[in-house]
């Protein structure tokens, strides 16, 4: 794997998204790994100390992927959020999976199932709840 930026994590995001790799599906099984392993090298802090350029749960995100010059506008979810996020981006999903955690201008190479690799660039957050005061979003 390449390029793998410094994470900060929003402790209550650290909580539920550790409940849902833990309840993971087997067809969901190698994302919730690849997940885990996020977790595990990021840096957990309470929410009021996420700052305003980091990808928490439900941010809003600008992103452009490097790879196919694709720039995207996204919202970060849990997937029973999908159906109710009209751009949503489930977190269990590879892309939504590797975008918690950076902040604008970071990139990062992340494998995807189809044994290739894409490179995102975090580009702008266009909202965040920990910004909004919304800590338990």
Known sequence: MGQRPPLLINRLDA?????LIDDASEKDQAVAEMLENELSRGVVVDPKEVPGDVVSMNSQIQFTDLTRDKQMVRTLVYPHALSCT???LSVMAPIGASLLGLKVGDTIDWPLPNNSQTL????????????????HR
């Open 120 to 135: 995102l660039r975090i580009d702008a957050i266009l909202w965040q709840p920990e910004r909004e005061g919304q800590f």
């Open 15 to 19: 909580e539920r998204l550790q409940r």
């Open 86 to 88: 009209e751009d949503g």
